[in-house]
Every structure is written in C-alpha cells, then in structure tokens.
C-alpha cells in the first residue's frame, strides 16, 4: 500500500515534468515526434534506425535549456567537463558505435555539463564545495563500513557533484586473477586542486564482451549489464526495480512518453492462495533499442489495492525462456535461467514496429495447477493472439507478428 502510494506519486511527478518538457524534445529531433508521430516513424517492416548519437544530444541539450528557462536564465555559459579515454575504452566505443550507432565517448564529452548547474547553485549559497565533499564522502565511508553500498554510492555522487569537476579520464586496467578482464577506473581532477583515482566497479571481459559490475548489482548499481558482442541490455534478478513490483500505472506512464513503442499481454490466474500476474511486452524502447521482457508477479488477495503486485520472491524463481524475432532474424535468444524478469534489449541499430516482432517464451512451473491456471488465463486472455503448448509442467507460449 505505502510502496504503491509512493511509486504513484512519483510517476505522476515524472510524467507531469515530461510532459512539460516533452514537445520541447520532439521537436529537437522531429516535429511530428509525439507518441503518434513516433509510432508512424516505425511502420516500415524492415526497421528504422534507432536514436543517433546526434539526436541523443539534442535531447539532452533541450533538457539543459528546460532546466535554464525553469531558473530565469541564470545559468552561466554553457562549459564542458574535458573527458578523455584510454586505448581500450575507445576500442570498445568504436565497437558499440559500429554496431548500434551509438558514439558513447562523444555522448559523455557533449553531456550538458553538471558543472552549470552546481556552480549556480554553489555560488547562490555560498557553499564550501570543498567541506561539502570531505562530508559526503565521510558518509560514504560509513555506509560502505555498514554494508549500505547503494546508498555510500549516492553519497560520493553527491560529494563529488558539489566539488565542480575539470577533468576526467577513463582508464582500464586488467585485474590480478585474469588478465582478459579489465577493471575500469575514473581519475577525476576538481577546481579546488585535488586529483583522484577511484574504481568504478565496471569490469569488461575483453573475450566475452561483457560489461557488468564487480559487485553483482548491475553497471554503476542500476541491476542492468550489457553484452557488446550480443550488443544487448538485460537485468539482472535483483535489479532495482524488484522493490517497486509492478502496477498498469508504470505501463501508462510508458504510453505517455514518446521513447517507447510496446505493446503487452496480462494473464491473470490465482494459484496456491495468492493472485498472479504474468505479463508479456516486446517493442522499442529508448528510441535506441528493440526488446522484449516476461515478468512475474504475484499479491496476497485483499493486501493491495488497485492493479498493484509484488515480484516474484527467491523462492518463487522459475525456468524461463524467451526468444524474439523479426522476419528470419532471431534478435534475442535467452535461458533457460532461473528469473522471475526474463528480459533483453537490442540495441543493433534498428527499431521495429512491436506488432512486427514474433516473441516466444516458456516458463516451467512448479506443478501441474499451476500450469493448468496459466493455460486458463491464456485462453482468457482478451486479445485472444497468442498460443501455447504444454510439456509437463512447461508452458510454451507464441505472440506471433501480426
């Protein structure tokens, strides 16, 4: 109920700035990018490219001037934070912009600089951006000596954001237990002086192409990893979002935006005296990547209100499958694995039409009235557009392409 009240209030908070904001950055990139006009952008079969690096930019420029307008124009000119890159680093951003067109280096060196905004902010408050840092990393050290890493995070972002930053440079170096697995360091340079090195807990596998945290949380704490020989995104079971379980609220605020195209199937069904959601999407996302995700979710009847449900716990962790196609070309293949979010997203260049896209999944459920209470919402299932098959206790459904 209270995690429910919050997560509406702050979807509601989001959607509201967005839609502020929203025509703003439709017309950076297209003047007819509302959420129809981007849905007319993607009716070619065979797919249109995703977001440039180009358009990116303009995004977040616009957001920039949002944020001056929203502050009487305060702001000072515009400064950027030199970025630089070792040789490894840019080997691996020449390969997801060959891949994807996505110029990541350029995209950081062109942010709209934080600098902007704190040198406003420090200067109107007279902050000692200095003893602001020394503070905040005082609590960063505490958290992690407490075990509360996410939060120590939040603690030397923040410290380091107060401190103005000069310079940074990226720099990877291969770790003392294998020598193909590269571990990806930050040295940042601050306007008072100091110059510090610290990890970022990225680790790339030079063989694999996986990018992934050292910590299991997902890349910089966000629960997603990325794999640059698959050039695809995923999460992992413990991604952040599991706290907030899932409402038709969050699939609202979606529709609402302009940067996703999905389209989703609910199967309702009550199982071993709780009530179940299993739910299926697949379309682009981010206007940068086509994907697909199945989640499962489950409530105690009469504890939630409204379309509020909780993810699926450790012990409710099932085999899943899933696979989407476009035409001939398979774009992800994932599992068997224990989840209860199976999910990827491609990001290949290309963006297709969600009722273009052919997803298949399969969860091995745990007995047969289970499987025979999903096999029911299926055929309940209101659109009544996708089939399954049955193999013991394993569900095999098909979305097809319209």
């Not at 400064?79 to 997801?96: G, P, Q, W």
């Not at 459920?365 to 394993?394: C, L, Q, R, W």
Request: proline residues 3%; contains cysteine; negative net charge.
């Amino acid at each position: 109920m209270k995690i429910t009240r919050k997560i509406t209030a702050v979807i509601l908070a989001v959607v509201l700035m967005l839609t502020m904001i929203t025509p703003t950055l439709a017309a950076s990139i297209n003047p007819i990018r509302t959420r129809s006009g981007y849905a007319a952008f993607l009716t070619v079969k065979s797919g249109k490219p995703a977001l440039s690096s180009e358009e990116f930019l303009n995004i977040l420029n616009k957001i920039s001037d949002f944020f001056r307008i929203f502050t009487n124009g305060k702001f000072p000119t515009s400064e950027k934070i030199d970025v630089s890159y070792d040789e490894f680093l840019l080997i691996a951003n020449h390969h997801i912009l060959a891949n994807s067109g996505l110029d990541i280096a350029t995209l950081i060196g062109n942010f709209p600089p934080l600098n902007i905004n704190i040198g406003y902010v420090t200067e109107k408050f007279e902050i000692d951006t200095t003893a602001a840092r020394e503070t905040m990393f005082a609590l960063r050290d505490e958290c992690y000596a407490n075990g509360e890493y996410d939060l120590a995070n939040v603690y030397y972002f923040v410290g380091v954001y107060v401190s103005i930053i000069d310079k940074v440079y990226f720099y990877a170096a291969p770790t003392s237990y294998n020598e193909n697995i590269y571990e990806v360091y930050l040295e940042l340079t601050y306007r008072d002086g100091l110059t510090e090195t610290f990890s970022t807990g990225i680790l790339v596998d030079a063989v694999t192409g996986e990018i992934y945290s050292k910590n299991g949380n997902g890349i910089l704490g966000i629960g997603f990893n990325f794999n640059m020989n698959e050039m695809m995104v995923y999460a992992l079971i413990n991604s952040w979002n599991r706290e907030f379980g899932f409402a038709v609220t969050y699939d609202i605020a979606a529709d609402i935006l302009p940067v996703w195209e999905i389209i989703t199937r609910r199967y309702y069904f009550e199982y071993n005296g709780l009530e179940w959601l299993i739910q299926a999407w697949k379309g682009s996302y981010f206007m940068t990547a086509t994907g697909s995700e199945v989640g499962v979710y489950n409530r105690v009847p009469g504890e939630e209100l409204g379309t509020f449900y909780n993810c699926a716990t450790d012990d409710q962790l099932m085999n899943m499958t899933m696979k989407l196609s476009h035409e001939d070309t398979v774009l992800l293949d994932l599992g068997p694995e224990k989840h209860w979010w199976i999910n990827g997203f491609k990001m290949n260049g290309l963006m297709y039409e969600p009722e273009n896209l052919l997803l298949e999944f399969s969860i091995e459920m745990p007995d047969m009235d289970m499987t025979n209470a999903f096999v029911k919402a299926i055929e309940e299932e209101s659109h009544k557009d996708t089939t399954y098959t049955v193999d013991g206790t394993t569900v095999s459904v098909v979305w097809p392409a319209e």
